[in-house]
C-alpha cells in the first residue's frame, strides 16, 4: 500500500520558515518525479515545486521561486520543501505528489498559516 505522509506545517510569522517533509512508502521513491502542490480556502489546488527521480532537475511556481527549495533523499524516501521567506499568501494545505507517467498517488497534506 502506498503511502505519502507530509509533516512540517505549522502557524509561522510573514517572514519566517518552514521545513516541509514527505515520507513516501510502498513504492519504488527513486522511480517517482516527486512534486508539491498547495491549495488555499476557497482556490484551486496549485503547483509549488517538482523534482526529478535523481533530484537533479527542479521547477517552481513563479510566486515561490527565490523563496522555496525541493530536494529529495532517495535513501530516505523522502522529498522535503524547505520554504522561507514565508508571506501571508502562503497559507494553505500543502500537498506530496509522487507521479510516474499516468500514476499518481497523494498525501493528505500538511497545513501551513502564516500570519502574525
Known amino acids: 500500500q502506498v503511502q505519502l505522509v507530509e509533516s512540517g506545517g505549522g502557524l509561522v510569522q510573514p517572514g519566517g520558515s518552514l521545513r516541509l517533509s514527505c515520507a513516501a512508502s510502498?513504492?519504488?521513491?527513486?522511480?517517482?518525479?516527486m512534486t508539491w502542490y498547495r491549495q488555499a480556502p476557497g482556490k484551486e489546488r496549485e503547483l509549488v515545486a517538482a523534482?526529478?527521480?535523481?533530484?537533479?532537475?527542479?521547477d517552481y511556481a513563479d510566486s515561490v521561486k527565490g523563496r522555496f527549495t525541493i530536494s529529495r533523499d532517495n535513501a530516505k524516501n523522502t522529498v522535503y520543501l524547505q520554504m522561507n521567506s514565508l508571506k501571508p499568501d502562503d497559507t494553505a494545505r500543502y500537498y506530496c505528489?509522487?507521479?510516474?507517467?499516468?500514476?499518481?498517488?497523494w498525501g493528505k497534506g500538511t497545513l501551513v498559516t502564516v500570519s502574525s
Open positions: 510502498g513504492l519504488g521513491f527513486s522511480t517517482y518525479t
Open positions: 505528489n509522487a507521479v510516474r507517467s499516468t500514476v499518481y498517488y
Open positions: 523534482i526529478g527521480r535523481a533530484g537533479g532537475s527542479t
